[in-house]
């Protein structure tokens, strides 16, 4: 089972970059690495996902090392509807089940 | 193309009661799972099913909770003789294929337990 690692909480500046690193230092070859986003009362949202080098769409981009060990996930000029739970989520397959395991999650409060 | 849909949003039920919870997955996928998120806290996986099977309980509780996603209808999380401590928000998602962690969450049904 491949656990993931991240910073509990980040402060940040409406216009900063952020980025968040998760370490996942068992994760499985067919592991593809997603991060999601969770607002209060919500349910998670679906940002980015890779499997290796860099993933960049228009709301964030993923690095990944060559060793896939861990990944980061940038935010670019974060505003104040930024502050979220961001999660690192790293796929475990077994045959043909699958199991999302989410970790604790990075609490990103971004100020004025 | 609706979202993954849950329903109630809010359910309140009273200690001894039983509390049904359901999830109408998007449209084309067959892949389910459930989770629970107390207070400030992460989410925790339960169960994962595919149509008519339950392929991963390893998060369920040993008692009391059940869980299925017939050929037809919505997914159903069954909580029985609810108690206090069942009190979170219950999280559905859905997915298109084994192995994909794209997968994509409903609003959430808040139990309360009075």
């Known amino acids: 089972l491949a656990k993931t690692t991240q910073p509990i909480s980040m402060d940040s500046y409406e216009g900063q970059e952020v980025n968040i690193t998760c370490s996942h230092n068992n994760i499985a070859t067919n592991d593809y690495i997603t991060w999601y986003q969770q607002f209060p009362s919500q349910g998670p949202r679906f940002i980015i996902q890779g499997y290796k080098t860099k993933v960049t769409n228009e709301v964030a981009s993923l690095f990944i090392p060559a060793d896939r060990k861990s990944s980061t996930l940038s935010l670019p000029r974060v505003s104040l509807s930024d502050t979220a739970v961001y999660y690192c989520l790293v796929g475990v397959t077994t045959g043909t089940a699958s199991k999302l395991t989410f970790g604790t999650g990075t609490r990103l409060q971004v100020m004025l | 193309n609706a979202g993954v849909m849950q329903n109630p949003r809010h359910l309140v039920r009273r200690r001894g009661q039983e509390a049904r919870l359901r999830c109408s997955p998007m449209k084309g996928h067959s892949h389910v799972y459930w989770y629970r998120q107390l207070p400030e806290e992460g989410l925790k996986f339960m169960v994962y099913?595919?149509?008519?099977?339950?392929?991963?309980e390893s998060g369920m509780p040993k008692e009391r909770f059940s869980a299925e996603f017939p050929k037809e209808g919505p997914s159903i999380l069954r909580i029985q003789q609810v108690v206090r401590g069942d009190s979170a928000a219950y999280f559905c998602?859905?997915?298109?294929?084994?192995?994909?962690?794209?997968?994509?969450f409903g609003q959430g049904t808040r139990l309360t337990v009075v």
């Open positions: 099913l595919q149509k008519e099977n339950i392929i991963d």
């Open positions: 998602a859905s997915s298109g294929t084994a192995g994909n962690t794209e997968a994509f």
